[in-house]
């Protein structure tokens, strides 16, 4: 059965660095068939694509983050990984990691259970 | 950016209504919609994709609808478990967007 799983540090102070992990159980990142992303969400709020990333290293991301963001593929590790640099209060929110289907319908599925990462000094 | 209107904001039914809940979309975007199921604390779970195909698993008292700008998701008989915030999110172009969503409570 796949399950995404986020990792990281739930508290970040501003400016510096969000970094958080999806590891991928179930599956494996090199099949091809998939690319794999970041959506986040505020508390209270709604849903913020951020980007999405191939097994071969390709990526795509939100033009609104697109200046602070990287998003990173370890196949060896069946992970990849979300970098988010200078953080306001603006960045926090629940992070979840998901797949979605390289042909037909773009849907994320599943998702990751999510994890909260605050912004705060 | 597409930008996604959901309709109502909120909705209070009682088990065994039929509920209807609109996504409209700035521009059109063929049937590239989407439709999700938040409860609280929890991930969004895909319910239907590409407008009216349903995701496996899913019960079929749910159902989309629609193409261009304006979709529905469709509750054919409300049961306790459905009282969720419900979204709607284009796969048209990116960026992707979300609606805002739709939360149903209990009347």
């Known amino acids: 059965q796949l399950q995404l799983q986020e990792s990281g540090p739930g508290l970040v102070k501003p400016s510096e660095t969000l970094s958080l992990t999806c590891t991928v159980s179930?599956?494996?990142?090199?099949?091809?068939?998939?690319?794999w992303g970041w959506i986040r969400q505020p508390p209270g709020k709604g849903l913020e694509w951020i980007g999405s990333i191939y097994y071969s290293g390709d990526t795509y991301y939100n033009p609104s983050l697109k200046s602070r963001v990287t998003i990173s593929v370890d196949t060896s590790k069946n992970q990849f990984s979300l970098k988010l640099s200078s953080v306001t209060a603006a960045d926090t929110a629940v992070y979840f990691c998901?797949?979605?289907?390289?042909?037909?319908?773009?849907?994320?599925?599943?998702w990751g259970q999510g994890t909260l990462v605050t912004v705060s000094s | 950016d597409m930008q996604m209107t959901q309709s109502p904001s909120s909705l209070s039914a009682s088990v065994g209504d039929r509920v209807t809940i609109t996504c409209r979309a700035s521009q059109s975007i063929s049937s590239d919609l989407n439709w999700y199921q938040q409860k609280p604390g929890k991930a969004p779970k895909l319910l239907i994709y590409a407008a009216s195909s349903l995701q496996s698993g899913v019960p079929s008292r749910f159902s989309g609808s629609g193409s261009g700008t304006d979709f529905t998701l469709t509750i054919s008989s409300l049961q306790p478990e459905d009282f969720a915030t419900y979204y709607c999110?284009?796969?048209?172009?990116?960026?992707?967007?979300f609606g805002q969503g739709t939360k149903l409570e209990i009347k």
């Open positions: 999110q284009q796969s048209y172009s990116t960026p992707y967007t």
């Open positions: 998901a797949r979605r289907p390289i042909r037909g319908p773009a849907r994320f599925d599943p």
């Open positions: 179930g599956a494996s990142i090199s099949s091809g068939s998939y690319y």
